[in-house]
């Protein structure tokens, strides 16, 4: 991405959103500021943002009202909201209507310029599983998703493979030389917080060491044959917490799905 | 006269009759005295039930009053706090934008707008201690480690250079069953105020314990002590030891902690009785529930 982050400022008090827009532009982003919900609106209608930040208790349309309009039109636009009010049943509305997170005014610019930079960065992906061809066809898949893929077959080298920039790991639970649960010990070890996802083509037999894993914090567990659409549907939702995590939205557990 | 013709024998049954009356009348003013003695002791107890119950009944109104105080506090916050973040949010933009845009300015320009922007953290400091007073949010708890919270405390408020900081945490407690946020808050509040006791710099000792369910996470610093009249009022909102401080971070912590199911205590251990005196540092414990305590 050479292009400059495009990022639309929504406020109803027009010296927050022109002061907050003077800021991203001095920061080298591009930044526009609309004055209410539906001038916003009008404005992602017509142009491309990559991220919108707007306050919540504005007249007319509020944030929790204009992210759902914008969510209709493009689904995967990222929205940040602002408030004064930090008890406000509207941001419990607006995080279940997938909003990143919600900041309190004043707010900290410093961790928005981490958020933005985060947004421009690449989503990375790590594949470990010694077998290459299902590491080949997956990496496929995932690049022409413009994802960048690293695939790791040797086991041993994984966290070597880490060290660059890994937003998130497929990791498969049976490997030749080593058990995938060793393995995702040692990332643990380097990289608390990295999300690793658990994938195996064998239910039973590693489901005891799939619940141990669950127990070291891995993300959650897939079978092969992977169905790409719940992958990719998974990778979204890892990113969604990853970006709140960097505006410090507290990360709550992931929700075990019984089977 | 008739009795004059009592023979002996009648003389000596009268004898014994009177004997055994005396015999019984002493044995009544025995169980009298013993009733009058039961009455007095009884009468005493009650007296001191009824001191008891008085100052129950002294200390709930106490409580009462401390509640609709905060309530008042709270409207008053609520109304006050959120509108106050809103100029602060401006400003707050326009000190980061010239920082950003003058990065040559002047040494005194520099020392001012940075003045600005710490004024408004600490403006921002006491709207939110004021929120949170006013509406403490539902815990939302989970599982935690106590050794993860008190690292992520003090990562948050590293002690300033002459302040040392000891950990005694065992690692076989049981996780605490809290929110960590919530919580985190109250230690951070704690935290601080130990540094700020040792503006000449000391020992900040953080100690957790388990016991029977219960989690008694103690911070205590070697400042100067609080007097006991200090210490009675240490809980009350807009009570304040600081100069600079509205008095409300004990209020709250005291709130946050009591809506995670603990309680919140304090001990300046040597402090003599005699006004005005202070002892030798102060330790505030704070019990929280753990997680085997819910199983």
Not at chain 1, 221 to 240: A, C, D, G, W
């Amino acid at each position: 991405m050479s292009e400059k982050l495009r990022i639309l400022i929504v406020d109803d008090d027009r010296r927050m959103a022109n002061t907050l827009s003077d800021i991203f532009k001095v920061k080298g982003y591009e930044a526009q500021a609309a004055y209410s919900g539906p001038e916003a609106l009008d404005m992602v209608k017509k142009g491309r943002f990559d991220c919108v930040l707007t306050d919540i208790k504005m007249p007319q349309m509020n944030g929790v009202r204009l992210c759902r309009a914008i969510k209709a039109i493009q689904p995967d636009l990222p929205v940040v909201l602002m408030t004064a009010y930090s008890a406000d049943v509207l941001v419990k509305e607006g995080l279940e209507e997938g909003v990143i997170a919600s900041l309190t005014k004043p707010l900290d610019i410093n961790l928005l310029l981490g958020f933005f930079s985060s947004l421009r960065k690449e989503r990375s992906i790590v594949i470990v599983d010694d077998d290459p061809q299902f590491c080949k066809t997956l990496g496929e898949i995932l690049r022409a998703r413009d994802f960048a893929v690293t695939q790791v077959i040797d086991p041993h080298k994984v966290v070597e493979a880490l060290r660059r920039d890994a937003q998130v790991v497929l990791l498969d639970m049976k490997l030749n030389s080593i058990s995938g649960l060793e393995v995702l010990k040692e990332i643990r070890a380097q990289f608390p917080h990295l999300p690793v996802i658990l994938v195996t083509g064998y239910r039973e037999e590693m489901s005891p060491a799939i619940e141990a894993a669950l127990k070291i914090n891995a993300y959650t567990r897939l079978y092969k044959p992977l169905q790409i659409e719940t992958l990719l549907q998974l990778l979204s939702e890892v990113r969604h917490r990853e970006l709140g995590r960097v505006l410090g939205q507290p990360v709550r557990k992931r929700k075990r799905v019984k089977r | 006269m008739k009795d004059e013709g009592k023979t002996k024998k009648q003389l000596m049954n009268e004898l014994v009759e009177l004997r055994q009356r005396i015999a019984e009348l002493g044995k009544a003013e025995t169980e009298r005295k013993w009733a009058e003695e039961a009455l007095k002791e009884y009468s005493e107890r009650l007296e001191e039930m009824v001191e008891e119950r008085t100052k129950a009944l002294r200390d709930a109104q106490e409580e009462l009053v401390r509640k609709e105080r905060l309530a008042v506090l709270g409207q008053l916050a609520g109304g006050v706090g959120h509108e106050l973040r809103n100029p602060l949010g401006v400003i707050s933009n326009a000190v980061y934008y010239l920082q950003t845009i003058l990065p040559d300015a002047d040494e005194t320009t520099k020392e001012y707008l940075e003045m600005i922007s710490s004024e408004v953290r600490h403006g921002e400091k006491i709207v939110s201690d004021l929120l949170d007073l006013s509406r403490t949010k539902p815990a939302e708890r989970e599982e935690i480690a106590v050794s993860d919270l008190v690292a992520q405390v003090l990562e948050k408020q590293p002690p300033p250079e002459k302040v040392k900081v000891t950990t005694k945490i065992a690692s076989d407690l049981p996780p605490l069953f809290v929110d960590p946020r919530q919580v985190g808050q109250v230690l951070v509040n704690l935290v601080i105020n130990a540094y700020e006791a040792m503006p000449e710099g000391g020992r900040l000792t953080i100690k957790a314990k388990g016991k029977k369910g219960k989690m008694y996470l103690s911070i205590s610093d070697a400042g100067c002590g609080i007097s006991k009249e200090k210490m009675e009022r240490l809980f009350e909102p807009l009570f304040t030891t600081k100069a600079r401080g509205i008095g409300l971070g004990l209020a709250v912590s005291k709130n946050l902690v009591e809506a995670n199911g603990g309680s919140i205590e304090v001990e300046s251990p040597s402090a003599p009785l005699r006004t005005g005196e202070v002892g030798k540092g102060s330790t505030f414990t704070v019990v929280l529930p753990t997680k085997e305590a819910q199983t």
